[in-house]
């Protein structure tokens, strides 16, 4: 032992070492070298000279100084993810494709049913009652008015009734998100880009019939014709109204896409329109059975399949949409 001859003095409590012998220190030194090995992790020769040191910060955590596993991107991109996920562990997550379903839902109640039903409406009114034909473009613009009157009309009265029901289910979180005066605008926009296509849709077909052209082209060139009026409508809309109301975005790209999407499954709508028609060409027109308006159907029953032929019209373009479009970049995406 290394104090093999060291003595103790009870008296003092001191302990006194005496040189140990050579064999000694050598033992002592190789049972050093065994637990310096034996506590010590083995070296790995670095072939790029790169030097990886382990540091204990605060927080008891272990880190090493080495180049990172993932790119700044992917970072930012699982930051993000995590943060979506945390919002999205409330009750009220909704799957997207699903909330687009909902909003497509919502629309075609609130508008494009009622769109439909004040068309056929203003056209009993202007034939009947007013007596214009219907080539004329005093028809045009009384069918187009009532097709903008049946968005704006239906778009407050729905969400006016959505926000007193949530008020009645105490529900303030929901029935406080909706904002009347944000809705009232909304529905100002949409009636102007209803009326450009409402007014468009009569001469179109009208056109379109008068070249003796099958009921599908008829239908394509009125979905096509009527979905590009609603568009010029939506951004003209966007110019004046921006001005005038805070809730109206003045154009952009980026509501330039979603109005695109959103004036495409209006086309469908108004496309679905000319099934109502059963005087053309009723062998061609696959429509006829489900929404035609024959002679001597009532007025309130031809306003109820008019409607009918813009919901499934809509319901139909706006579903396809739906399952195609990339996340993000749709009108219902809440864009």
């Not at 005496?18 to 000694?24: L, M």
């Not at 839902?105 to 203003?122: D, H, L, M, N, R």
């Not at 473009?137 to 007193?164: E, N, P, Q, R």
């Amino acid at each position: 032992m290394l104090f093999s001859n060291a003595t103790r003095s009870l008296a003092s409590k001191t302990i006194v070492a005496v040189p140990a012998t050579p064999s000694a220190l050598l033992k002592s030194s190789l049972k050093n070298q065994v637990r310096t090995l034996s506590s010590t992790p083995p070296m790995i020769s670095n072939p790029h000279n790169r030097e990886f040191k382990r540091t204990i910060h605060k927080g008891s955590r272990l880190q090493y100084d080495a180049a990172p596993s993932f790119f700044p991107e992917q970072q930012q991109q699982v930051t993000s993810f995590q943060s979506r996920r945390e919002n999205d562990d409330s009750a009220s997550y909704t799957n997207p494709l699903v909330n687009r379903f909902l909003i497509t839902a919502e629309v075609t109640v609130s508008k494009i049913f009622p769109a439909g039903f004040g068309w056929q409406a203003s056209s009993i009114l202007a034939s009947d009652h007013l007596g214009y034909s219907s080539d004329t473009m005093a028809f045009a613009l009384t069918t187009g008015l009532g097709d903008a009157i049946g968005v704006l009309a239906g778009h407050v009265a729905y969400f006016s009734l959505k926000k007193a029901y949530l008020e009645q289910t105490a529900d303030s979180s929901e029935s406080n998100s909706i904002d009347m005066e944000r809705e009232t605008q909304t529905g100002i926009l949409l009636g102007t880009a209803a009326l450009c296509s409402g007014t468009a849709w009569q001469p179109i077909v009208d056109t379109l019939q008068s070249l003796q052209l099958p009921f599908l082209q008829v239908f394509g060139g009125t979905w096509i014709g009527c979905g590009t009026a609603f568009y010029f409508g939506l951004r003209l809309g966007r110019t004046v109204l921006s001005g005038f109301f805070p809730h109206i975005h003045y154009p952009t790209f980026e509501n330039g896409r979603t109005d695109k999407s959103l004036s495409a499954a209006i086309g469908g709508a108004t496309g679905f329109f000319v099934g109502t028609d059963v005087g053309y060409l009723p062998g061609q027109n696959f429509l006829g059975g489900v929404v035609g308006i024959a002679d001597g159907t009532s007025s309130l029953v031809g306003c109820g399949l008019a409607g009918s032929a813009t919901s499934l019209g809509f319901v139909t373009a706006q579903s396809t949409l739906n399952a195609v479009y990339p996340r993000g970049r749709l009108w219902n995406d809440g864009k």
